[in-house]
């Protein structure tokens, strides 16, 4: 497609259980990005690939969130036992992976509501 | 640690009327790049612009201007003659060393027809 597809748009849980997010990049782009924004706050880093490996992880809050890029094309973002705070538009980003050189371009996000 | 600040919360204009938005920054990196990103209702970020720590010229895209001033930290960012489609929330955002950016908290803007 032309820019980051992302699905579900929605997708509401209940507390405890396991879900899956799903990020497919534009074709090409190297780097992929996800991102947390919560209620009235700007994006928050979660963890950046270059490829297949993630290069920084360093923003995902603790061990109950995981994120995959096998190919290194389509990422997944997992979260196990979900909590109520976890609760958020999760975005995710792609660029051709050159440092600033190039934009971050942003799917249009997945809605996570934790019952 | 990187930080992006913008004070504004909230702006109402009235159509017409130019304004502008304020971004200050912190970092340690010698080269960062410097970014705002618009977000109306539906929810994807756009870009607007980038900007490289070596290059404090100030730019001017059709009614939108930015003024980069490293000595005070800041990259403000104006809009000329604002329309009623610029009603957004609009980031600004920095990346340095590391691959992420960092965003602010946002100023939405509210320009009243």
């Known amino acids: 497609g032309a820019g980051v597809s992302q699905t579900p748009s929605n997708k509401v849980t209940e507390k405890g259980k396991y879900v899956e997010l799903r990020c497919d990049p534009i074709?090409?782009?190297?780097?992929l990005y996800w991102y947390r924004q919560s209620l009235g706050q700007g994006p928050e880093f979660l963890i950046y690939?270059?490829?297949?490996?993630?290069?920084?992880d360093s923003g995902l809050p603790n061990d109950r969130f995981f994120a995959v890029r096998p190919e290194g094309s389509v990422s997944t973002l997992k979260i196990q036992r979900t909590e109520r705070g976890d609760s958020a538009v999760y975005l995710c980003?792609?660029?051709?992976?050159?440092?600033?050189?190039?934009?971050?371009?942003f799917g249009q996000g997945t809605r996570l509501t934790v019952v | 640690a990187q930080k992006v600040t913008q004070a504004q919360t909230e702006i109402s204009v009235v159509e017409k009327e130019d304004v502008t938005l304020d971004c200050v920054y912190e970092?340690?990196?010698?080269?960062?790049?410097l970014f705002w990103y618009k977000q109306p209702p539906s929810g994807e970020l756009v870009f607007l612009i980038r900007?490289?720590?070596?290059?404090?010229q100030n730019e001017i895209s059709g009614r939108y201007s930015w003024n980069f001033q490293k000595s005070t930290s800041s990259f403000n960012f104006t809009i000329t003659a604002s329309q009623v489609v610029d009603s957004a929330v609009y980031f600004c955002?920095?990346?340095?060393?590391?691959?992420?950016?960092?965003f602010g908290s946002g100023t939405q803007l509210t320009v009243l027809p």
């Open positions: 980003a792609s660029s051709l992976g050159l440092a600033g050189n190039t934009e971050a371009f």
């Open positions: 074709s090409g782009h190297t780097a």
């Open positions: 690939f270059q490829g297949t490996g993630a290069a920084d």
């Open positions: 970092t340690r990196d010698t080269t960062y790049y």
């Open positions: 900007r490289n720590s070596f290059d404090e």
């Open positions: 955002a920095l990346e340095g060393s590391a691959r992420q950016l960092t």
